[in-house]
């Protein structure tokens, strides 16, 4: 059985809506296809957010990277699926259906940007639009085999888009190479000049992140090692970097922030036109047992603004003991395993089980979130457990997008070439 075969019962799990948006101009986009995620807004199509509430909300206006990329002359061919609100890490979503993975329907993609993979996996469209809280946009990717880039937080606009944590979400961009997403980048970027692509530019120093290598499945260390070989095997610099970034502790305090700036980030979304008391009716006919309990415990008891600056302090304080400490070395870009372990399970887990899972997806992916940076997801070979697709994930520092995006491109053509050799 083909893989079309295989995923055609379920092909509407991957689109909560399908439309044809035409382009409003012509551009270096035209006669792409590109698919959204449904927490941003499409006009004339609802925006769910995947959540039963916002069945009905229907978008008046495109959100602005919408906008840019029509402009740009990209047609829109519908609305991705994801877990609900963009509150989780599965794509398991009771209400738009479960986004299962092709190659082994016992796990799902990974999430929340779920559906926007599976649409370019399935080539439904050429790119994607997603968002990254936590890893939402890079994590997927590195499930299916694709490039997933989460690029500086504020570089591109979020108007019109339902977030959930202001200050670690950003809309991302999936697709095929690093081409096509470094072309979106140049449509949606604050900066407009387009970076140089080509491997000829000055090799990085890739730092390998020890720490994130610790808890990887032996399958996904065998991967990671590998691809790494294989960029040193070509002359480009790799470090070991026994610093320490204090993930666990980074992943405990990014869940402070997010229950701090979830539900006033919601209520703005939903504004005035949803009454006053939209999140506590938005809680009520949830259907995800996980986004239901994230909320209410938001909303019933909060974090105090006391433990919200406490948290930024003392992230910004290992940040910078942490940026203290590379600064003793000459690498230029961060690179460790998108995750650490197999995507997720295709079912509901128990609430210690979910957190567990949740650890493992996002752990390495949670520091970029809360530090602005960019960073870039790769396909880096596929695991023999479970047949499914790994990432490697490159990062720099806040700001110079144009410089990852670069040395995506020759880590890209190296592993790619290695494939196809």
Known sequence: MTLEQRVRPRAADVFTSRALIPATGHGVLDGWDVAVKDNIDVAGLPTTGGTRFLSENVATADAKVVASLRAAGATIVGKTNLHELGHGITGVNPTFGTTLHPENPDYTVGGSSGGSALAVMLRYARVALGTDTGGSARIPAAYTGLVGFRPSTGRYPASGVIRISPSRDTVGVLGRSVADVALVDRVLGSVPAAPSLSAASQSPVLGVLEE?????????????????????????????????????????????????????????????????????????????????????????????????????????????????????????????????????????????????????????????????????????????????????????AAGNDADLLRDATLVEEILAGDRLG
């Open 212 to 396: 994130a290598c610790e808890s990887l499945t032996p399958a996904r260390r065998a991967l990671f090692e590998e691809a790494m070989s294989r960029i040193a095997a070509t002359g480009v610099e790799v470090m070991r970097l026994s610093e320490q970034r204090e993930l666990d502790r980074c992943f405990e305090l990014g869940i402070v922030v997010l229950a701090y700036e979830t539900i006033p980030a919601i209520k703005d979304y939903l504004g005035a036109a949803h009454g006053a008391d939209a999140v506590q009716a938005l809680i009520e006919v949830s259907e995800s047992p996980d986004t239901r309990e994230i909320l209410r415990a938001a909303l019933d008891e909060p974090v105090s603004p006391d433990e919200y600056r406490s948290a930024r302090a003392e992230l910004a304080a290992m940040h910078e003991r942490f940026v203290s400490a590379l600064g003793r070395s000459r690498v230029t870009t961060l690179v460790y395993p998108t995750t650490t372990g197999e995507p997720p399970k295709a079912l509901t887990l128990s609430q210690d089980e979910a957190e567990a899972q949740l650890r493992a997806v996002v752990l390495n992916s949670t520091p970029a979130t809360l530090l602005a940076t960019p960073a870039i997801s790769l396909p880096a070979g596929v695991s023999e457990e479970t047949g499914i697709a790994a990432g490697i994930t490159l990062e720099r």
